[in-house]
Structures are given as structure tokens and as C-alpha cells.
T-cell receptor, first 112, second 114 residues
Framework: GENVEQHPSTLSVQEGDSAVIKCTYS??????FPWYKQELGKGPQLIID?????GEKKDQRIAVTLNKTAKHFSLHITETQPEDSAVYFC???????????FGKGTRLHILP | DVKVTQSSRYLVKRTGEKVFLECVQD?????MFWYRQDPGLGLRLIYF???????EKGDIPEGYSVSREKKERFSLILESASTNQTSMYLC?????????????FGQGTRLTVV
């Protein structure tokens, strides 16, 4: 089955700086690469996704890059703001038996 | 606006009680999921269902069961609650080919077993 690893588990960056979170996966058949954001007291919510026929996708201050050969994809947040403080999850898929398997999450702290 | 609703935000139950966590979605999604979230362990899949009356075990099904009698409702059952089941429980739904489409989550139920 899919083995998903996320790094780092915790990340602190100064407000205005950039943050990068990396997700590695094991299933070479994966072709969908989403990132979810979980704010305090809420369920995770999709913020950006990419499919395997595209190498990079950008939406304002967030971007996702994909390296299918190396089996990893990354979330990039530029010009970080306090509201970016949250836990971020990757969930490459589709998984075995139609499951959705998440990474363990990255807690991002934006320092004033 | 799409919605997944969990019946309770907070629950406190006693050891040995039978506990029901309810989840309803209004998007006509075929797939529904139950996860538990613990610090440092991320989201772990307990059970999922890809159709009415159909269910599949996730990675940590022990001590849990599920029920899906109607398409919009997916219930998680703790047969005999134990303190190690104290956790945040999250319900999600998605279209078919779940790993290839967006998952929509409820707000979570924080369960404490005393």
C-alpha cells in the first residue's frame, strides 16, 4: 500500500518569509497530489492540488511542485502571513482499495 | 455550499459505554470515511464506505464498527468505549475514486472517555 511521509513535522518561519513542506510517497501509480490545511478547531480543507501531467501549479501565494521520478511533491507558501499558521497534510492518491491516506501533518508557525 | 456535518463537537463518555458518532453529508457523495486524529500521528483511517451498506476496514478498525444505511449518513460505533479511544474523530466524504478527488471534512468530534 501507499507509504506517505511528510517533512518537517514542525516548521517555524518569520512572517513574510517562505515555507516549504515536502511529501514523499511510494506508489508510482499515484496521479493526484493534494494539500490540505487544518485550522484550529476545524476539519482539513483542500487548498491546492495537482495532477501528474503537470509539474507545477500556483494559486496566489501558494504553489505545489511535483517530481514524479523522485516520488515527491512540495507545498510552497510565499510571503507568509499569520493566517497561514495551521497544520498541513498531503494525501497522494488514488490509494489502494480507494482509500485516502494522509501524511502525518506539518505544523506551521508564523512568527511575528 | 457543500457540507459534512458531525452531530457533536464535544462528547464525554464513560468506559464501557456504547458510543455513536454520526456524520451526514449533503453532496450525494458515494464515499464516506472516518478518521481519528492524535498528536504526532496525523489522520488515521478507521473505516470507509463506498456505497450504502458497504464498508471496508481502514488501518485501525479494532474496537470500532460502522453503519451506512442511507447514502448521506455514516455512523461510527464504539462498541465498548475505552480510555485509549479518547481522540478527535473526523468524518469525510468524496466522489468515487476517492484518492483522485477532493475529500470534504466535517468539523470533528472531540471524544473524551473517562
Amino acid at each position: 500500500g501507499e507509504n506517505v511521509e511528510q517533512h518537517p513535522s514542525t516548521l517555524s518561519v518569520q512572517e513574510g518569509d517562505s515555507a516549504v513542506i515536502k511529501c514523499t510517497y511510494s506508489d508510482s501509480a499515484s496521479n493526484y497530489f493534494p494539500w490540505y490545511k487544518q485550522e484550529l478547531g476545524k476539519g482539513p480543507q483542500l487548498i491546492i492540488d495537482i495532477r501528474s501531467n503537470v509539474g507545477e501549479k500556483k494559486d496566489q501565494r501558494i504553489a505545489v511542485t511535483l517530481n514524479k521520478t523522485a516520488k515527491h511533491f512540495s507545498l510552497h507558501i510565499t510571503e507568509t502571513q499569520p493566517e497561514d499558521s495551521a497544520v498541513y497534510f498531503c494525501a497522494p492518491g488514488p490509494g489502494r482499495d480507494d482509500k485516502i491516506i494522509f501524511g502525518k501533518g506539518t505544523r506551521l508557525h508564523i512568527l511575528p | 455550499d457543500v457540507k459534512v456535518t458531525q452531530s457533536s463537537r464535544y462528547l464525554v463518555k464513560r468506559t464501557g459505554e456504547k458510543v455513536f458518532l454520526e456524520c451526514v453529508q449533503d453532496m450525494d457523495h458515494e464515499n464516506m470515511f472516518w478518521y481519528r486524529q492524535d498528536p504526532g500521528l496525523g489522520l488515521r483511517l478507521i473505516y470507509f464506505s463506498y456505497d450504502v451498506k458497504m464498508k471496508e476496514k481502514g488501518d485501525i478498525p479494532e474496537g470500532y464498527s460502522v453503519s451506512r444505511e442511507k447514502k448521506e449518513r455514516f455512523s461510527l460505533i464504539l462498541e465498548s468505549a475505552s480510555t485509549n479511544q479518547t481522540s478527535m474523530y473526523l468524518c469525510a466524504s468524496s466522489l468515487p475514486r476517492a484518492g483522485n478527488t477532493e475529500a470534504f471534512f466535517g468539523q470533528g468530534t472531540r471524544l473524551t472517555v473517562v
